[in-house]
């Protein structure tokens, strides 16, 4: 793939990524674009690097939040990792449920039916982008109009039990929902679902935004694991059939990608944590319905 069109993909997805925006969608749209096919395994794959990369940037900004809030005492650490276990597990049964539904449904009766099939259509991107807009958009609103709580508010230095911003395992569940069922959908922003489920279900914005950024950090790993074993199965089956494919190739451009993506990923943070802060998070779900309006518009002309 020529480096140009893996830099601009890098910095789509990481300034997409960290906002609630979806960078998948982005990133899709982008490829179709490009003329390049988002459901091959090369582009599965520097897909999920680019989650990687993104993945890093999460860390270094939030480590210093992390370390005050979920590593400032045993207690804190302990009543942390119990919630991350719950929102993941859930997380996992959920997006696994979704994938079976779907295959049994959607791609019922087709040869070895792969969820992955559904990152190039955009008929799908287009509602996906318009849900997560709505939750986002209604999140943003009700936040608005709720009085400022300071308990909510996380303070280095104040009694551990309150480090996690006073998250509840219901709130923690209600994030690891939501985002198992933004896994197989392009356009359903995993970073603005999670973080509107939060307010929603009463959370504070800051504890919301660090959870779900935690969530990120646990899920992208295995995630990256997955695609590289499906590349591995795919070049087999391309190399008995006698079109090999550039193992070596896909991987220098996906950790080329990495790198952008890593420092474009800074660059968002900073953009949605000041948006969040100012109370402006239901600007991002109008941004998200009038990106599904030109998606769908997209795949209404061919692409």
């Known amino acids: 793939m020529p480096i140009l069109k893996v830099i601009i993909l890098a910095i789509v997805q990481g300034l997409a990524e960290l906002l609630p925006v979806s960078s998948s ?3 899709v749209v982008a490829e179709r674009l490009m003329g390049l096919d988002p459901s091959a395994p090369q582009m599965t794959l520097l897909l999920v690097m680019l989650h990687t990369g993104t993945m890093f940037a999460v860390i270094v900004y939030f480590w210093k939040t992390w370390k005050d809030a979920y590593f400032s005492s045993r207690q804190a650490f302990r009543r942390f990792a119990v919630l991350l276990i719950l929102a993941t597990v859930i997380t996992g049964i959920v997006g696994e449920a979704l994938k079976v539904i779907l295959e049994k449904t959607l791609f019922r009766g087709a040869q070895k039916a792969e969820i992955e ?3 190039s259509h955009l008929e799908l991107i ?5 849900a997560a807009g ?20 996380f303070t280095p230095g104040t009694d551990p039990v ?26 359903f922003s995993r970073s603005g679902s999670t973080i509107s489920a939060g307010l929603l279900a009463g959370a504070a914005k800051q504890a919301a935004e660090r ?3 935690a969530l990120a950090v646990v899920l992208t790993p295995p995630v990256v694991a997955m695609e590289a074993v499906r590349l591995l199965k795919a070049a087999h089956s391309a190399s008995q059939a006698g079109s090999p494919i550039d193992l070596h190739g896909a991987l220098v451009s996906s950790l080329l990608g990495m790198v952008f993506s890593f420092f474009a990923g800074l660059l968002a943070l900073k953009w949605l ?31």
């Open 25 to 27: 969608a982005h990133v």
């Open 134 to 153: 709505l939750l986002i958009l209604i999140a943003g609103l009700l936040e608005r109009r709720q009085m400022k709580d300071p308990t909510l508010v």
């Open 211 to 213: 959870f779900s950024f």
């Open 117 to 119: 099939q559904l990152f």
């Open 162 to 187: 309150y480090a996690e911003g006073l998250l509840t395992g219901t709130q923690a569940a209600w994030m690891g929902f939501v985002q198992g069922l933004a896994l197989p959908f392009r356009g």
């Open 126 to 130: 287009a509602p996906a982008l318009a």
């Open 273 to 303: 944590s000041s948006w969040l802060e100012a109370g402006r998070w239901y600007l991002f779900g109008i941004y998200c319905l009038l990106a599904s309006a030109v998606v769908f518009s997209l795949h209404t002309r061919g692409f």
